[in-house]
């Protein structure tokens, strides 16, 4: 079993859209969470950190459920710049493991 | 530097050659990383190090993949009789700690190294 799966998609929306996606995660001793983004032959950036809370970063939102075993990622009134591919990071000590990620494109 | 560098940025080269790739980590940055993505896949964890020391170097994919850092800076991965399969881009990640607070573990990562083995 992958350390982190996530959905490939894609996810095909009309700009302005909310569009939003999950990931699992089976090391239940994770500390850590991020989403990064990766855009097409780019190396990958970091979008944002996932607290326990869930927290905002403009149009982004982020979600962490520890007993379900998974983060999600909602996106409000989707730009043409979000299309990328965003990847889901869990973290245990130093150890970074990365979903294969989750395709979003965003359409005029 | 302000962020992290590798060089070359694309190599082409012929099977059964051995390839250097090389580091630069933000200055400061005592965790390094490396990683090898394939084309349309994910990242796949290949070494940790932590100062100039790899504590974990599980993700290796053969005795033909070392790597070293010198000074808790520059790294160097080797591929000796490189193999197609060995095309990937090649990620190198540096962060503040390998370990404590999620702020200090957020990972910048360099542009890549791009091999292609003929």
């Known amino acids: 079993r992958k350390e982190v799966e996530q959905d490939p998609g894609p996810f095909n929306v009309p700009e302005g859209a909310t569009v939003a996606f999950n990931c699992t995660y089976s090391?239940?001793?994770?500390?850590?969470f991020f989403w990064y983004r990766q855009d097409c032959r780019k190396e990958p950036k970091l979008l944002m950190s996932?607290?326990?809370s869930g927290n905002e970063d403009g149009r982004f939102t982020a979600q962490l459920n520890r007993a379900s075993q998974y983060i999600s990622l909602l996106i409000r009134d989707s730009k043409l710049s979000d299309s990328a591919t965003y990847l889901c990071?869990?973290?245990?000590?130093?150890?970074?493991?990365f979903g294969a990620g989750t395709t979003v494109t965003v359409r005029a | 530097g302000a962020g992290v560098s590798q060089s070359p940025s694309n190599k082409v080269t012929e099977k059964g050659k051995d390839v250097e790739l090389r580091c630069d980590p933000i200055?400061?940055?005592?965790?390094l990383y490396w990683y090898r993505q394939r084309l349309g896949q994910g990242l796949e964890f290949l070494i940790y190090?932590?100062?100039?020391?790899?504590?974990?170097k599980s993700g290796l994919p053969s005795d033909r993949f070392s790597a070293e850092r010198t000074g808790e800076s520059v790294s160097t991965l080797t591929i000796q009789r490189t193999q197609q399969e060995d095309s990937a881009v090649y990620l190198c990640?540096?962060?503040?700690?390998?370990?404590?607070?999620?702020?200090?573990?957020?990972?910048?990562f360099g542009a890549g190294s791009r091999l292609t083995v003929l």
């Open positions: 990071v869990v973290k245990v000590d130093y150890k970074l493991s």
């Open positions: 090391n239940s001793a994770s500390q850590s």
């Open positions: 990640a540096s962060s503040l700690a390998g370990t404590g607070p999620s702020g200090a573990n957020v990972l910048t």
């Open positions: 996932v607290y326990s």
């Open positions: 200055s400061g940055h005592t965790a």
């Open positions: 190090f932590q100062g100039n020391s790899a504590p974990d």
